[in-house]
């Protein structure tokens, strides 16, 4: 079995900054894209950033020059440093991860976090 914990939400003011965690841990044999998605209320789930296991990164394009998206292969982790928040960044950000573990074969599954609750406000 296969968990995401995500951590590090909560409620900044207006250019403010949080870092969100994420840690995989079960039975894992290998972890390939990693990323952070978004969804605020009455709108689809987004794309906020993703990262190869071999570092090659995807951004939306509301986020870039404002987000990093970096990862911890030895720890099993993923980060997101949100600098310069806006208002608009509100929303449940969750984790996701393709991993392959002992019971896929050579393909890999996806995984996601219970999600964090980013708010950003004044």
């Known amino acids: 079995q296969v968990q995401l914990v995500e951590s590090g939400g909560g409620l900044v003011q207006p250019g403010g900054s949080l870092r969100l965690s994420c840690a995989a841990s079960?039975?894992?044999?290998?972890?390939?894209?990693m990323g952070w998605y978004r969804q605020a209320p009455g709108r689809q789930r987004e794309l906020v950033a993703a990262?190869?296991?071999?570092?090659?990164?995807n951004y939306n394009d509301s986020v870039k020059g404002r987000f990093t998206i970096s990862r911890d292969n030895a720890k099993k982790m993923v980060f997101l440093q949100m600098n310069r928040l806006k208002p608009e960044d509100t929303a449940v950000y969750y984790c996701?991860?393709?991993?392959?573990?002992?019971?896929?074969?050579?393909?890999?599954?996806?995984?996601w976090g219970q999600g964090t609750q980013v708010t950003v406000s004044s």
């Open positions: 079960g039975s894992i044999v290998s972890i390939y894209t």
């Open positions: 990262i190869t296991n071999v570092g090659t990164t």
């Open positions: 996701h991860a393709d991993i392959r573990t002992p019971w896929t074969g050579r393909t890999s599954s996806s995984y």
